[in-house]
């Protein structure tokens, strides 16, 4: 991808950095602990360019500070049955809520087969995937989605209306990772976008859409006139297919929760009012945990085992790319981009927290 300027740092220090940032932020312990190891893990298996990683620790320090995330929130069952909860996140933070959801999702198909939990008034959760994974460690099938800013505009149209609302499918196997389908409802972000614009590279011309909805492949026509701002649209996975999937992710996660929605979701950032979406399924509940695993294994083997194109390539299930590089960053380190490391070391100077980075 891009050559980029990186500094690497073991996981460990980043953590334990993140834990005392967070802390000062008004975490609790459990909460820096959670939110640490979602911005850290996200930091070990994706390009910096994608946004998810300690770079969320700028935005989670304004809302902290002003009021948009409230340490200590109180996880609200707002209504209950054995396979469903509507959940009230009350500007907890997102990371948090979400974990917190999927586990009663888990919960409740261990119990009854299914558990589906619906979030309103939270905030930004970091990796859809991440939380799907959470379902796949507990033996169920996860499928989580949030809303998030308007970014994509609906087919056809020049006007950002709905998000990149990302999905995260967790697939669990025996004795190996399992597949994790971690995707934006987008070709790619505005993150990377930046990147290119940054480096003089040429993007695809399926990235973006410009304000009168045509392609490019130079990141400048994305940009405002005073270069500080991102400006068209992101253009949905699958065109209007992407695009209808994004609807229907904003009805589960937004107007079925009673969190904003459309273009309002992420608008203040004092109340972003994010809505999510967890359901676990519980394969037990279908047939043996054994055949489960042997038929699941007999799918893996016909995929893997397909002809690949290129007759060096191979062939990879949905996580595979990611895990391959949090198992290399384990010996090489995390890389975390330089100009994020500046601004840490200034905001944790002015906090007063030590930064080893
Ligand atoms: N919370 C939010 O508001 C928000 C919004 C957008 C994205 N995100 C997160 O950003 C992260 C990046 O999302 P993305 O859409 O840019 O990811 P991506 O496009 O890089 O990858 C999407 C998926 O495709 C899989 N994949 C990639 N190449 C593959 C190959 N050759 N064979 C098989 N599978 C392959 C990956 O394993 C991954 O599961 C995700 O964690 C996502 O949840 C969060």
Known sequence: MF???????????????????LQRLGASTEEAAIVADGIVTAAGRWHPGKGQGLEKLFRLTIQCENGGIQPGAEFEVINETPAIAHVDGHKGFGYVVADKAMHLA?????????????????????????????????????????????????????????GTNPWGIGIPRADAPPILLDMALTTSGRGMVMWAHREGQAIPDNWMLTTEGRR???????????????????????????????????????????????????????NHDVGHFFLAINPDMFMGRDQFNTRLAQLIA??????????DGEIYLPGELEFRTQAERRTTGIPIDS??????????????????L
């Open 3 to 21: 050559d980029i300027d990186v500094n690497y740092y073991p996981r460990e220090t980043l953590i334990e950095f993140a834990v005392a940032y």
């Open 106 to 162: 888990i919960g409740k198909a261990q119990n009854v087969g299914v558990g589906c939990v619906v979030v309103c008034h939270s905030n930004h959760f970091g990796q859809a995937g991440y939380h799907a994974e959470t379902a796949a460690k507990a033996g169920m099938i996860g499928l989580v989605m949030t809303n998030a800013a308007a970014e994509m505009a609906p087919w056809g149209a020049k006007k950002a209306v709905l």
């Open 216 to 270: 490019s492949t130079n990141p400048a026509d994305f940009f405002s006139a005073d270069e500080n701002a991102i400006v068209g649209t992101q253009y949905p996975i699958g065109e209007f297919k992407g695009y209808g999937l994004s609807l229907f992710t904003d009805v589960v996660t937004g107007v079925m929760s009673g969190a904003l929605f459309g273009m309002s979701c992420f608008t203040d950032i004092t």
């Open 302 to 311: 016909e995929i893997k085992q397909a002809e690949p194109i290129d007759p």
């Open 339 to 356: 100009a994020t490391v500046d601004k840490l070391r200034v905001l944790a100077a002015e906090r007063n927290v030590d930064c080893p």
